[in-house]
């Protein structure tokens, strides 16, 4: 019989809920600012159907939140408090699925123009301010992290799809998006993929300089062929830091071994 009083995956505990409630109402909070905004924005772009891009905002907002909850609720979080840390995370979430958002009124792109850079470069600013705000608050965490490392793929992958909406790239450019879940789904068919790798400065420094080039292609002064030149060096670059860490991924496996 289990003990009343011991935590479970079926019954939260006092903290776990009281950081779930927290989430909600930062959730309630963000959910319809960002819907408005996206509209908005969409709206003075110069887009006839600015409902489309609200709608997305909302719906990738919906389902990012019930994963984020999803996982508060499972005892991934071991803190008491949701920190702002976190929350800079939820919001930095938001800007995303409203830039996702545009991606389904590109005629909007150009009307934006640099306001769209600035929503975007305020996005990736965020992603740095959450994790110095962990370390500062002591709330630091697995799921934090990997709450982090998604937000970085989804960012990479919704910027990808702006520049190719934008006319800067062409399609093959989302495929910068795609070098994480690819290398995630290889890692289920190779063991040794699975490993974890040690921190290394130089990839964080390319994460920082794979984003940063990304905002910078939406910017209007930057055009075609430029552009094309410039996502192309940007997407070999980054298969060439994957290429490295799966080449030290199999070495380790062989020394295992």
Known sequence: MLNPQSPSKLAPTVAQRSVMVQALGTLVVLV?????????????????????????????????????????????????????????????????????????????LIGLGWLLVVLAGLTLALDGLDGWLARRSGLRSDFGARFDVESDVAFALVLALLAWQADKVGLWFVALGLLRPAFLAASMVWPALRAPLPDAYWRKAMAAMQMSVQVALLAPLVQPPVSSLIAGALLLAMVLSFAVDIRWLLGQKGQRQ
């Not at 996206?38 to 006839?48: D, Q, V, W």
């Not at 997305?56 to 999803?70: N, P, Q, R």
């Not at 071991?78 to 930095?92: E, M």
């Open 32 to 108: 319809p600012m960002a819907t408005w905004l996206s509209y908005n924005l969409a709206e003075l772009g110069g887009s006839t159907m600015p409902k489309d891009a609200a709608m997305a905002t909302a719906t990738l907002l919906g389902l990012g939140s019930m994963g984020v909850l999803m996982g508060l609720s499972r005892g991934a979080y071991p803190h008491d408090r949701l920190g702002l840390c976190n929350v800079v995370t939820v919001t930095r979430g938001a800007g995303i699925c409203i830039l996702a958002g545009l991606i389904f009124v590109p005629h909007a």
